[in-house]
T-cell receptor, first 111, second 112 residues
Framework: KAGVTQTPRYLIKTRGQQVTLSCSPI?????VSWYQQTPGQGLQFLFE???????NKGNFPGRFSGRQFSNSRSEMNVSTLELGDSALYLC??????????FGQGTRLTVV | DQQVKQNSPSLSVQEGRISILNCDYT??????FLWYKKYPAEGPTFLIS?????DKNEDGRFTVFLNKSAKHLSLHIVPSQPGDSAVYFC???????????FGKGTKLSVKP
């Protein structure tokens, strides 16, 4: 069974640009969550999608958005990038509540 | 306000000895807890979980203990191996909510 796949693995963007990250969950998993990891802050929850609907949202500004497609694949978008958005962005998929399986992440660097 | 806290940023243990990683939480709504292991530049890997109706769950060298009255859980690794060296995250969730609340992690170093 293929794991969670995130693309791209690495990305460099300049301030003010926008970026789209992609996540393909494990087959059969309908819940996809996104997390931001920065040094010293651990993993912070961005949002969760279930059956194409945003079910939960963390405490991030509106520049961070996402969506989920009918095949459960998900994208997250960050507009007007700031230097502080540099982080490892992790996607996780879950079959039901509980255990989340993570992808390898997308390392975003904003310069 | 941090709902899940890992107060020790790092822990160093000798190979073969026990590693004990601790986690405290504040939200009584949490009804399941998980431990993840993370290597640099990789996503977290699920290790073990425990439901709030249990006080212990064991899987090989890994055991998680839950003390609901103290809102405290711990992960025991016995015996510790150098390959266990990584950052360990405690996470908590509730109901059918898909989001997990993570602690900031504890970096475990197991020395040969």
């Amino acid at each position: 069974k293929a794991g969670v796949t995130q693309t791209p693995r690495y990305l460099i963007k300049t301030r003010g640009q926008q970026v789209t990250l992609s996540c393909s969950p494990i087959s059969g998993h309908r819940s996809v969550s996104w997390y931001q990891q920065t040094p010293g802050q651990g993993l912070q929850f961005l949002f969760e999608y279930f059956s194409e609907t945003q079910r939960n949202k963390g405490n991030f500004p509106g520049r961070f958005s996402g969506r989920q497609f009918s095949n459960s694949r998900s994208e997250m978008n960050v507009s007007t990038l700031e230097l502080g958005d540099s982080a490892l962005y992790l996607c996780a998929s879950s079959p039901l509540q509980g255990e989340a399986f993570f992808g390898q992440g997308t390392r975003l660097t904003v310069v | 306000d941090q709902q899940v806290k890992q107060n020790s940023p790092s822990l160093s243990v000798q190979e073969g000895r026990i590693s004990i990683l601790n986690c405290d939480y504040t939200n009584s709504m949490f009804d399941y807890f998980l431990w993840y292991k993370k290597y640099p530049a990789e996503g977290p890997t699920f290790l073990i979980s425990i439901s709030s109706i249990k006080d212990k769950n064991e899987d090989g060298r890994f055991t998680v203990f839950l003390n609901k009255s103290a809102k405290h859980l711990s992960l025991h690794i016995v015996p510790s191996q150098p390959g266990d060296s990584a950052v360990y995250f405690c996470a908590a969730g509730w109901g059918s909510q898909g989001n997990l609340i993570f602690g900031k992690g504890t970096k475990l170093s197991v020395k040969p």
